[in-house]
């Protein structure tokens, strides 16, 4: 008789798949370790936010399973449940590090940030992606996907990090939901109503012909914990998101502008896996860019006055300044990008991989050198791209590529500072900024930071937008202005008096001193994303419930 994994809640779950008598849980219902901004906003906790992390074995293997309870607020990750999960895999890494083996097992059944608490649900993605990456030098990290929710938003970007990741078919996944790419792009762009193209598009079964999926397994525990323990004894092996230039090939042999159906697109993909051709990358042409921050500030801090790639919306120049040589990337707007749903200054499929290449070039280049390269984010991205042909071909894997450079990078030892000079909301901030050492922002009030637009953010937690800016009084995290992002703690300087559209001498030189600062602060500090828990900011309240969640799991680990 077949014994449905899916079928089980997030711990029941976690039990399952462990060995008899060997499970324990860490932070459980009992610590009552809840998250303190669901209640002033009215919405009841869950005395374990949603997440259950349970240390184990599995065929005698040492593992932390660490399950996501989709019945709760979506299996949304708020400060709380982000902390239970990174804090879990820091203490995994250290464990590695010492030569104790523990494998992580992550079992996805959620929708990504959970709105309510937006930018500590981002904040906590970007940490727990930091860990995986780092985690993968030791030991495999193995996804699963069970079923129910499914794997959406930046959760989908973390999935895609693992070195192996499984779902049942019963499964979705996929950067943007249905419903917010209809909000965004029109029900024509994707109908959230049509359940067969949804399933088809983002299903199981399409996502492992597609490569965005390594196994599609049947809802059966028995022969689910027999494929964890195949690809916990694999060992060791590159991610899915270091497969860059296969994956910009294929970029650049689609035809945008045709009709795409997901039978088409998988006969593709396979075709171009079994040639492994490489297609010349296309030179498009530039746009009218002149009122993008991002490409003024690159142009003002590199002293190119009219840059320009091969990749018009991804631009990079490596630039001596003040005896410091740095490679500075920013993201700009393409009128005539060759994929439409990414032309202004959305992180799509192309700036993703694009991204992804320029980092890891650095990484190359120096990789014999004693003191790395720093890497200069200049971040002033709207969003994701949102659209069918995106999700259909995997945008989710895409922005995955693009953390996971950034992340390797700064763990070899390259400074990653990035600069907010203008907009940084959602996947495209986790793609391109958010696995920085040190983050620094203007003082502008046309700076947006969030997890997503106010339009959508309404739509899915069924509110009006004059309903969300009231929480954001009582809940600084759901706040789009840079003040309240600060007062989270994330940032290593908050600049002020700078013209941030037209920016004066002076204000250039400030914000490069401030740069040069920044990677001086860098210097035999750790290569993690721990600074962003010990500004002022976060110790004084910014990031409490993190650091005793920490605390906490340390304690119990």
Known sequence: MRNSLVELNGRERAKALLDKDTYRELLGPL??????????????????????????????????????????????IG??????????????????????????????????????????GLLSISEIANQIVALRHYVPVVGLVPGRVGAFGGMSIVAELCTTLLATNKARLG??????????????EFDSSDKALIWNTIGAKQRVRTGLLDQVIEDDIESIVEAIEVALSEGKRPAKTEQVDFHLSLLKGIDSSAEWSPEKYADYFKQHQAEKQTVPMVEDGNADISQSRGYKWFAELTGITHPTSTTPSVLAADVAKNGQLARYIAIV????????????????????????????????????????????????????????????????????????AYATARQKGHPVIGLICGNAISGAFLAHGLQSNRLIAL?????????????????????????????????????????????????????????????????????????????????????????RLQTDEAINGGRAATLKVREMLRQQW
């Open 31 to 76: 610590d009552k370790m809840q998250s303190p901004h669901l209640e002033p906003q009215g919405i009841v906790p869950q005395s374990d936010d949603g997440v259950i992390i349970a240390r184990g074995q599995i065929n005698q293997k040492n593992v932390v399973v660490i399950s996501l309870e989709g019945s709760f607020q979506g299996g949304g």
């Open 79 to 120: 400060e709380v449940s982000g902390a239970k999960i990174a804090g879990a895999l820091e203490l995994a890494l250290e464990d590695n590090k010492q030569g104790n083996a523990v494998y992580p097992i992550i079992l996805f059944d959620t929708g990504g940030v959970r709105l309510q608490e937006a930018n500590y």
């Open 175 to 188: 950067l943007n939901g249905p419903e917010v790419i209809e909000q965004e792009a029109g029900v024509m």
């Open 333 to 404: 707007p393409d009128a005539n990008n060759h994929f439409p749903r990414a032309r202004n200054g959305e992180v799509g499929l192309l700036e993703g991989w694009t991204a992804a290449q320029i980092v890891r070039d650095v990484i190359s280049q120096d990789a014999d050198k004693e003191v790395k390269r720093p890497i200069i984010a200049v971040i002033d991205v709207p969003s994701q791209a949102y659209g069918y042909k995106e999700e259909l071909v995997g945008i989710s894997l895409a922005l995955a590529a693009s953390a996971d």
């Open 443 to 531: 003082d502008d009030d046309k700076i947006n930071i969030q997890a997503m637009s106010k339009a959508s953010a309404a739509r899915i937690t069924k509110r009006t937008i004059e309903q969300l800016e009231e929480a954001t009084k009582s809940v600084p995290s759901m706040a789009y202005d840079v003040h309240s992002y600060h007062s989270l703690g994330p940032l290593y300087k908050l600049l002020t008096n700078i013209n941030a559209d037209s920016p004066t001498e002076h204000d250039i030189k400030t914000v490069e001193q401030t740069l040069l600062k920044a990677i001086a602060s860098t210097k035999d500090a750790a290569t993690d994303l721990s600074f």
